[in-house]
């Protein structure tokens, strides 16, 4: 002991850093220290360096020794009685033997704390050993079986400041090589890297749970493996994508839940893939058991008198309040595709506006996400990593996600060796330095431990956490599957094992925790409970419809007749004015831009003149009155703070301090807010994530701005999933506005097209709004009637370019004033022939219309007739022939810059046909004037998207 005691002296305090000097001083001149540490730091610097720099490429050959299964080490007995001898001065050799010692052994718990995972036992399957790691191999730092049970001074690294080997490797292989592998030595913040250092090491696992959480655990799981069995039972052939396999889960989200409600959440939103879900639906979010097994007999999840088309079950979501500590905590399960990781992006967008709603701006603790994974699906599927990457970002950020992944180590067919390139399927998580938690599914308490973990790590820092739960999936892809045909040797040893419930119950007898009786009477009570819920649901019927209960009460139904132009959009003059002049208005010490400043006093006249208003400035107007009437608005989008096309300025920047000052904010003492975020260069993430906040607060105006219109293509799945047809599977009203930059300018395919056809082909059943509109008054009244109507529709709006600054494209303040509305067609304006002489009606829509505006008056016509629809669909089949019906003799031609494949003709063409056989009109169908179909949106070549334009606008207006 006496040169331990020497190197504990030696490495302590200031000495670690003068040794730590002194290897700095040596690998930068070898000569400068005393040849004795010269030849020690020598002897060690390959090892070093392998270890220090993370190096996987070594070119030395490691040695290995077979030191057997560590042993407990028991305490040194405390001497008494006579004093210890005087000890013999300590050599310099001893010196440096003890130091080589204490070195080697602290570079080695580094490596595992690193590398430990890679010989973790994680496969509840026992189909992937994991290969002895050379850097895990005590050998490789010059130890030998003789050193195991010399005392080493490590300076109260794992909780010890001496310790043998023997001990030092107990604790190492338990924490880091048994049923739980951890990755965190990739976080750069110490803190969170020290809080999770200090969690696992010591394998807590082992001794957490009393007998009391021992059942508490085997009970949760007797309900996920009963549930799976019941139907398994009950309902041959019927596809449910059970749990089994990972019934694990369902105590892992309740460990998650129970911590975080103790730590102050009281609201939590589940979003997950069909695997599992029918389980989570009633043994966590409390779903009745009824109401599942109502709808497996075909049953529909909402009432007879609620329109929908509904969803299949595993599909669906719920909600409900559960008691937890004495308080309530709201949990709720979002509906969900079967695009598996579509959902995570909405349900931390639904978080972040409940935090928003309750004013938990800073923090942002109370409300939390739990998003869970399928392994394929999270190592997959891009949304993943773009949901990760907005985890941090201020406009985006809910306080830290769980992510649990019931990694079942298949994708349908897919073997982990075909499905990603990392090591691990969680990789990703490392792009945000989040902490991976793997742990063997079928070690119930490490699982449930680790979840405890997730969710005190995210409640300590506010960041993401991943639990990687390595399971099984005992079935195939659905109970119907055969997997047999492609993974034999998998579900050959799947056959072979018992479940994870009868292997834990299996260790509670024999800890004399519960006797098999009471195991049995556990199955037994919870498979009686199914068995009157299975009776009860053959007369089951919904009795309500929940979506418009909560912060959707009050709210209803549109009318199926309407055209969905009511809502009372108009505005005092003297509030116009007052929102007016406040967006021209600046701080005195603001140093704003010069241009932008002619832009303000432009602004100004606006306001002060009453016109010229231009569409910037209308849209400013709906916002900023929504703002001063108490409603929050919410944009963002790519550059949408200054506008893709330099309009927007709505976030001004001081020249000199960079400070930031929003006018729209500025406007009255007791306004409400706008949140205008420059979004991450994510189209699917964040129009995810916005459709998830208009779900949760039907009195934001949300809106998402793509920066140019077919961008949105990257955004395809949450438009065709959830903005087109959310309402009418799900029975989710959402308000979100998306605008796209559109018309056919010369700036190639790309920069034309917002797409308007895909989404005139997703409209039905009056489930959104899509618009292209044609005046900054007509802009004005459509973003207030979003919230100003008695329901929640989807706004889709084409929006100018070039019409940003058009001198006509420009509105009054009297056309925002009392007495006007939103217009779903704009008739005629200019003095024409009497009605009954004009020729020809063009019907238009959007900017096409300037153009054929003033081609007309430049040729001085003024027997044809322009008429704009402003509102696609719903379509105007009450306005469009009030327009019309003056024109009785005049033919009808629909003109549109796109290509005839594309753009609103196929959409409009049989509805105006219809239109006109019910009118007493000369015309009997519209006749087509544009772009002929093609491939690409628009041409690339300036001249000839000129001459294209001009010979469309041109036949337009030419008779005959």
């Known amino acids: 002991m006496a040169g331990v005691d020497l190197l504990a002296t030696a490495f302590n305090g200031a000495n670690a850093a003068f040794i730590a000097d002194l290897y700095a001083k040596w690998a930068a001149n070898p000569g400068s220290v005393d040849p004795s540490f010269a030849e020690l730091f020598a002897a060690l610097n390959d090892e070093a360096r392998s270890i220090l720099t993370d190096s996987t490429g070594a070119s030395w050959a490691p040695r290995r020794w077979d030191f057997g299964e560590p042993e407990p080490v028991k305490p040194a007995a405390k001497g008494k009685g006579a004093p210890a001898p005087k000890e013999a ?17 602290l570079m080695m718990i580094r490596t595992y704390r ?9 496969d509840p399957l026992g189909l992937q050993v994991p290969d002895p790691h050379p850097e895990l191999d005590p050998g490789t730092y010059g130890f030998t079986a003789a050193d195991m049970d010399r005392p080493i001074f490590i300076d109260h690294v794992l909780g010890l400041e001496v310790a043998p080997l023997r001990q030092i490797l107990q604790i190492l292989r338990e924490t880091y090589c048994g049923p739980v592998g951890v990755e965190f030595m990739h976080i750069q913040d110490p803190d969170q890297k020290a809080w999770i250092q200090r969690r696992v090491e010591g394998a807590p ?74 389980n989570t639906l009633v043994n966590v979010v409390r779903k009745p058991y009824a109401a599942l097994f109502s709808e497996f007999s075909g049953t529909s999840f909402k009432p007879d008198d609620v329109q929908g088309s509904g969803d299949v079950k595993y599909h669906l979501g719920t909600s409900t309040d559960v008691e937890i500590g004495g308080k309530m905590v709201h949990l709720s399960l979002q509906p969900n595709p079967s695009h598996l990781e579509a959902v995570d992006p909405v349900v931390v967008g639904k978080v972040r506006a409940r935090q ?39 406009g985006y950020r809910t306080g830290g996600t769980i992510h649990v992944v019931v990694n079942n180590q298949i994708g349908f067919t897919t073997v982990p060796a075909h499905a990603y390139s990392g090591l691990y399927c969680t990789d990703v998580a490392k792009s945000i330095q989040a902490p991976i938690l793997h742990v063997n599914g079928d070690n119930p308490e490490a699982v449930v431990w680790c979840a405890q973990t997730a969710a005190e790590f995210r409640m300590t820092f506010g960041c993401d956490i991943v639990l990687d739960i390595v399971c099984y999936r005992r079935h195939g892809h659905n109970e119907t599957d055969e997997p047999a045909f492609t993974q034999p040797l998998m579900y050959r040893a799947i056959r072979d094992r018992k479940t994870t419930r009868a292997l834990y119950a299996e260790q509670l007898v024999g800890e004399g925790v519960l006797g098999e009786a009471e195991v049995k009477r556990l199955w037994d009570e919870f498979t009686a409970t199914l068995e009157d819920a299975y009776r009860a649901a053959q007369g089951y019927k919904p009795n309500k419809a929940e979506w418009l209960e909560g912060h959707w009460a009050g709210l209803s139904l549109p009318s199926p007749d309407a055209e969905w132009s009511e809502g009372a959009t108009a505005v005092a003059p003297e509030t116009l004015r007052q929102v007016g002049l406040a967006l021209a208005r600046v701080p005195e010490d603001f140093d704003v831009n010069p241009k932008i400043a002619r832009q303000l006093d432009a602004k100004r006249e606006m306001i002060e003149s009453g016109k010229g208003i231009d569409w910037a400035t209308g849209e400013a107007l709906a916002f900023g009155t929504l703002l001063v009437e108490g409603n929050r608005v919410r944009l963002s989008g790519e550059d949408c703070q200054r506008g893709t096309f330099s309009q927007r300025h709505a976030v001004l920047v001081d020249q000199t301090s960079q400070n930031e000052y929003v006018p729209l904010n500025n406007i009255a003492p007791t306004q409400s807010k706008i949140e205008i975020y420059n979004s991450l260069l994510s189209e699917v993430g964040v129009l995810g994530f916005e459709y998830g906040y208009s779900l949760a607060d039907p009195r934001t105006l949300v809106l998402w701005e793509a920066q140019f219109g077919d961008f949105a293509n990257g ?64 802009y004005f009244h459509g973003l207030r009637r979003q919230l100003k109507r008695n329901f929640r529709k989807p706004l889709v709006l084409m929006t100018p370019k070039s019409l940003l600054r058009h001198k006509l494209c420009v509105s009054t303040l009297a056309e925002m004033g009392p007495g006007t509305r939103f217009l779903t067609v704009i008739p005629e304006t200019d003095a024409l022939v009497a009605p009954e002489e004009v020729k020809r009606i063009v019907l ?57 494949n594309m753009g609103a003709w196929m959409f409009v063409d049989r509805r105006i046909e219809q239109m006109l056989a019910k009118m007493d009109m000369a015309a009997k169908r519209p ?25 469309l606008v041109s036949a337009a207006l030419t008779l005959g």
Request: aromatic fraction near 6%; proline fraction near 5%; glycine fraction near 10%.
């Open 715 to 778: 955004a395809q799945v949450i438009i065709d999933q959830f903005i087109a047809s959310g309402e009418t599977k799900w029975l989710r009203m959402s308000g979100l506005v998306m605008l796209l930059p559109h018309g056919h300018e010369g700036q190639g395919p790309e920069h034309s097209s917002a797409r308007p056809e895909r989404y005139l082909q997703l409209c039905a059943e009056r489930n959104i709004v899509v618009g292209n509109f044609t005046t900054p008054a007509n």
């Open 356 to 394: 928003d709603m309750a004013g938990d701006t800073r923090s942002r603790r109370g409300v939390m996400g739990i998003l869970m994974h399928g392994d394929a699906a999270f190592a997959g599927q891009g949304l993943v990593y773009e949901t990760l990457a907005m985890s941090q970002l201020i």
């Open 205 to 278: 696992w082992r001794t957490h749970f009393d007998a009391e959480g021992k059942q508490t655990i085997l009970r949760q799981l007797t309900e996920a493996e009963g549930l799976e069995a019941f139907c398994q039972k009950r309902y041959v052939g019927t596809k449910r994508f059970g749990l089994e396999g990972g019934e694990v889960t369902i105590p892992a989200l309740h460990a998650i839940i129970v911590t975080a409600a103790k730590r102050g959440v009281h609201e939590i939103a589940i979003g997950m893939p069909h695997r599992g879900r029918l």
């Open 844 to 900: 238009c829509s959007g900017k096409v219309y300037y153009d054929l505006v003033a081609e007309r008056r430049e040729r001085g016509l003024r027997d044809i007739a322009i008429v704009r629809l402003e509102q696609l669909y719903p379509f105007p089949h009450i306005s469009l022939p009030k327009a019309l019906a003056p024109y009785r003799n005049a033919e009808v031609v629909w003109c549109q810059e796109e290509p005839e």
């Open 114 to 122: 690193v590398r430990g995972h890679l010989e973790a036992r994680l």
């Open 927 to 951: 006749a087509f004037i544009g772009r002929p179909s093609a491939a690409s949106p628009a041409t690339g070549l300036a001249k000839t998207h000129a001459a294209e334009q001009a010979a």
């Open 89 to 105: 001065p300590i050599s310099q050799e001893a010196v440096r033997a003890a130091t080589k010692d204490s070195l080697r052994a």
